[in-house]
Each structure stands twice: as structure tokens, then as C-alpha cells.
Nanobody
């Protein structure tokens, strides 16, 4: 069992920055892939970024490349999503998720945190 808790969402002006955190607890996860997703009403959930706990390169959606950075702190069992140059279209509920086998199937999800970017 893996428990994920996101935090750090809020209201920000366009061009601003936010840092989302995802604290993980439960079974050891050194081989996990951790992903960030977002969803707005009426739209499909979108994969935003992903990173493996064990290292290696990160993945980013084209819509956020150059603006968002995913990072991890293994000692704190926490994954971060650093969001810069935010745009109104980044407004969404952001979720973190754990892919235990790094096979692109995410078994565990957090409750989500709202990010609202005002124009």
C-alpha cells in the first residue's frame, strides 16, 4: 500500500510560480516511477511529468517543457513539481501517482491539489 498526499496548490497570477509537493508513505518505493497529472472539468486527465525514484531522466509533456521541473527528495520520500511561467491554461487539479513497476500503469493516486492561474 502506498499513500500519497499532495500539497502546494493555490491561486497565482499568470507568469508566477508554484511548487507542488507529493509526500509518499507506505511500502518502499525506490524503484517506482512517480508521475504528475492534471485534469480540468470536461477534459481527459493529462500526464504532465514523471520521474523515477532511482534516477534517470524525467519526462515532460510538451505543454510544460521548459516551464515545469520534476524533482525528488529520497530522504523525505517526496516528489516535487516546480511550476514556473504559469499560464491560465495550467489551471487544473494536479495529482501525483505511483507506478510501482514503472510500466506506465499508476496504481496509487493522491487526492489532488487545485492550481488556479489568474490572467
Amino acid at each position: 500500500q502506498v499513500h500519497l498526499v499532495e500539497s502546494g496548490g493555490g491561486l497565482v497570477q499568470a507568469g508566477g510560480s508554484l511548487r507542488l509537493s507529493c509526500a509518499a508513505s507506505g511500502r518502499t518505493f525506490r524503484s517506482y516511477t512517480m508521475g504528475w497529472f492534471r485534469q480540468t472539468p470536461g477534459k481527459e486527465r493529462e500526464s504532465v511529468a514523471a520521474i523515477r525514484w532511482s534516477g534517470g531522466s524525467a519526462y515532460y509533456a510538451d505543454s510544460v517543457k521548459g516551464r515545469f521541473t520534476v524533482s525528488r527528495d529520497n530522504a523525505k520520500n517526496t516528489v516535487y513539481l516546480h511550476m514556473n511561467s504559469l499560464k491560465p491554461e495550467d489551471t487544473a487539479v494536479y495529482y501525483c501517482a505511483a507506478d510501482l513497476n514503472s510500466d506506465s500503469f499508476y496504481e496509487y493516486w493522491g487526492q489532488g491539489t487545485q492550481v488556479t492561474v489568474a490572467s
